[in-house]
């Protein structure tokens, strides 16, 4: 999967019977538009085996890929899978940068804090 794309969908077109490879990275989220699709993996381990977990998306299931790896998708019937790609740390910092509640501060400029006193007053 190209590294350019954004958290925008890509819609991907599969014909019955084609069979796809994807690089997912976690939380990417696959939508089967149209048809039934087979999808096997990310791989990994369980008591020190290799389990390649499998799963059957049909039209309007969605699932969050929860960890990073390759997956094979395999169309038992023409459709188009949407998939969407979480934003990598740095778009999701230039977010948090962007956004009116978090402001940069300035270089060397202090931030006064509460200190919380859990020690019980005595009278």
Same mark, same amino acid.
């Given at each position: 999967?190209?590294?350019?794309?954004?958290?925008?969908?890509?819609?991907?077109?599969?014909?019955?019977?084609?069979?796809?490879?994807?690089?997912?990275?976690?939380?990417?989220?696959?939508?089967?538009?149209?048809?039934?699709? *087979?999808?096997?993996?990310?791989?990994?381990?369980? /008591? &020190? $085996?290799?389990?390649?977990?499998?799963?059957?998306? #049909? %039209?309007?299931?969605?699932?969050?890929?929860?960890?990073?790896?390759?997956?094979?998708?395999?169309?038992?019937?023409?459709?188009?899978?949407?998939?969407?790609?979480?934003?990598?740390?740095?778009?999701?910092?230039?977010?948090?940068? *962007?956004?009116?509640?978090?402001?940069?501060?300035? /270089? &060397? $400029?202090?931030?006064?804090?509460?200190?919380?006193? #859990? %020690?019980?007053?005595?009278?």
């Amino acid at each position: 999967m190209p590294s350019d794309l954004n958290d925008t969908p890509t819609v991907m077109p599969l014909a019955a019977g084609q069979a796809l490879r994807l690089h997912v990275a976690a939380g990417t989220v696959l939508h089967a538009a149209a048809g039934e699709m *087979a999808l096997a993996g990310p791989m990994q381990w369980l /008591a &020190g $085996q290799c389990y390649l977990p499998q799963r059957r998306l #049909r %039209a309007g299931d969605t699932w969050i890929v929860p960890a990073r790896g390759w997956l094979t998708v395999s169309a038992s019937r023409s459709g188009a899978l949407s998939v969407t790609v979480p934003p990598g740390w740095l778009a999701r910092l230039r977010a948090r940068l *962007a956004s009116p509640q978090c402001g940069p501060l300035a /270089a &060397g $400029q202090p931030v006064s804090l509460p200190i919380p006193d #859990r %020690a019980p007053q005595k009278r």
